[in-house]
């Protein structure tokens, strides 16, 4: 760990503000990173590996190869994100994905994630619904298994509805 122009640099280019952290604290954050490259101020980003020009990253867990991530939060298992927020388990997205958030719905009272964007094989939809994560023919097959015709059921489907329209989506 060496200081420079007001920064805490590890050996792959990682920064840490000398304002804020001390020296010790600069590399217990480094060694949490694994071959990380170009990041500034991040924190918390618990075994991330391979990232790079992250900026102001918090919790990130165990992300891997993601790139130019701003001030992510509570990112879990992230594979090539860029500008990621608030993400748990999404994937292969080549630009950060557009995303559709419903309000608390459903059995859980609570809140379904719709993710859309670019990926290496086209344009990819992933859905985040408590423990299910899948596409959104797998989600409304879940949904039918689960709640059927009653209240949750049609609650679903309405947001599934609500997204297909959003991001024009074919049956």
Not at 15 to 41: D, G
Not at 85 to 111: D, E, L, M, V, W
Not at 139 to 155: I, L, M, R, S
């Amino acid at each position: 760990m060496k200081r420079k122009n007001g920064w805490w640099i590890d050996e792959n280019n990682n920064k840490w503000t000398v304002h804020f952290y001390t020296e010790e604290q600069a590399e217990y954050l480094s060694e949490s990173l694994i071959n990380c490259s170009n990041c500034v101020n991040c924190i918390n980003c618990s075994y991330c590996n391979s990232c790079w020009n992250c900026d102001n990253c918090v919790d990130c867990w165990h992300c891997d190869n993601c790139g130019d991530c701003y001030g992510c939060v509570s990112c879990t298992n992230c594979v090539e994100c860029i500008t990621c927020f608030n993400c748990n388990n999404c994937h292969a997205y080549i630009i950060n994905p557009s995303r559709y958030i419903t309000q608390n719905i459903g059995s859980r009272k609570a809140q379904t994630h719709f993710y859309y964007g670019k990926t290496k094989d086209g344009m990819s939809l992933q859905v985040k619904c408590g423990c299910f994560k899948g596409n959104l023919k797998e989600f409304a097959e879940a949904v039918e298994k689960t709640h059927g015709d009653n209240e949750y059921g049609e609650q679903y489907r309405r947001e599934i509805e609500k997204v297909k329209m959003l991001f024009d989506l074919e049956d």
